[in-house]
């Protein structure tokens, strides 16, 4: 038989850091309007402008993928503390500590 050893805690941690990466690229939101209107160079403003539009788009696609990433981390190690507790409570008890 093959011991399988998972360590729960560092799982857990992985998914709650993958969410907060997730609401930092949710409230990096910044108004491009303000800043292309800042910099007072018609040209420059466009092209911020331009990157703002394509790094929301990206940015709406990362945390996307981001949200997935830390849902499934988070139902695997929520399922391995189940799978734990199942075993537990059905294995036959050991009295003598062997």
């Given at each position: 038989?093959?011991?399988?050893?998972?360590?729960?805690?560092?799982?857990?941690?992985?998914?709650?850091?993958?969410?907060?990466?997730?609401?930092?690229?949710?409230?990096?939101?910044?108004?491009?309007?303000?800043?292309?209107?800042?910099?007072?160079?018609?040209?420059?403003?466009g092209k911020i402008q331009a990157f703002a539009n394509k790094w929301d788009d990206k940015r709406v696609e990362m945390?996307?993928?981001?949200?997935?990433v830390a849902r499934t981390v988070q139902a695997i190690h929520d399922a391995f503390i189940e799978v734990d507790k199942n075993i537990a409570a059905t294995a036959p008890s050991n009295t003598n500590g062997n």
């Amino acid at each position: 038989m093959v011991d399988l050893k998972l360590d729960l805690d560092q799982l857990g941690s992985l998914a709650a850091d993958l969410k907060s990466v997730s609401k930092t690229f949710t409230g990096t939101e910044i108004s491009s309007d303000v800043l292309s209107q800042a910099v007072g160079h018609d040209g420059l403003a466009g092209k911020i402008q331009a990157f703002a539009n394509k790094w929301d788009d990206k940015r709406v696609e990362m945390t996307e993928r981001v949200d997935t990433v830390a849902r499934t981390v988070q139902a695997i190690h929520d399922a391995f503390i189940e799978v734990d507790k199942n075993i537990a409570a059905t294995a036959p008890s050991n009295t003598n500590g062997n």
